[in-house]
């Protein structure tokens, strides 16, 4: 029969805690969604980082600094809850920009550390993929969060915001042919 060492048994102990103590894990989400439009035509609604309108929750945006980096906007939502943004990425020539949550309530969004990409690439005969990806914790960060803010209340809520303002974003070119 085989002892065990101290050290092995301290190794144990120590493997087990810091298991046990592991904190989130960042998360990624992606939604993308073909369109019937030219990506011009797309980006032309999705392009200006200070017009959140063709999202749905968003009621109002304001915001300072254009398309520049270090730009930030407030989205003001229904129901008066807002998101302060900031953006740290803009390629015009790429169809593409990366933003930051600097501020929000866990209860508006279940997320911490929240950054995302949105970008419109040709999927060839006149149409447009848009892929909209965030990555984010969740919204408690320690050990044994509450079922609301946990890693699949923020997974759930990230796709589901992004699942709505694609398909908002669809219907409306697609509506207006624009």
């Known amino acids: 029969m085989k002892f065990l060492t101290l050290t092995t048994v301290a190794a144990f ?5 810091g298991a046990q103590a592991h904190g989130p894990t960042r998360k990624k ?4 969604v073909e369109i019937n439009a030219a990506p011009d035509k797309v980006w032309a609604v999705i392009g200006n980082f200070q017009d ?3 999202l749905p929750p968003v009621e109002k945006t304001d915001g300072k600094g254009g398309n520049e980096v270090k730009a930030t906007r407030t989205l003001t939502l229904k129901g008066g809850a807002t998101v302060d943004e900031e953006l740290y990425k803009y390629s015009a020539e790429k169809m593409s920009y990366s933003y930051r949550i600097t ?8 997320v911490n550390d929240y950054s995302s990409t949105i970008k419109v690439e040709d999927a060839g005969g006149g149409k447009s993929k848009v892929a909209w990806d965030g990555a984010f914790y969740r919204g408690y960060m320690n050990n044994d969060p509450p079922p ?31």
């Open 52 to 54: 959140m309108s063709w």
């Open 29 to 32: 989400v992606e939604e993308t």
């Open 103 to 110: 501020k929000v309530d866990v209860k508006t969004l279940p």
């Open 148 to 178: 609301e803010l946990n890693d699949e209340a923020s997974q759930k809520a990230v796709r589901g915001l992004y699942r709505t303002g694609l398909d908002a974003l669809k219907a409306k070119i697609e509506k207006s042919g624009s």
């Open 13 to 17: 102990a120590l493997v087990s805690f």
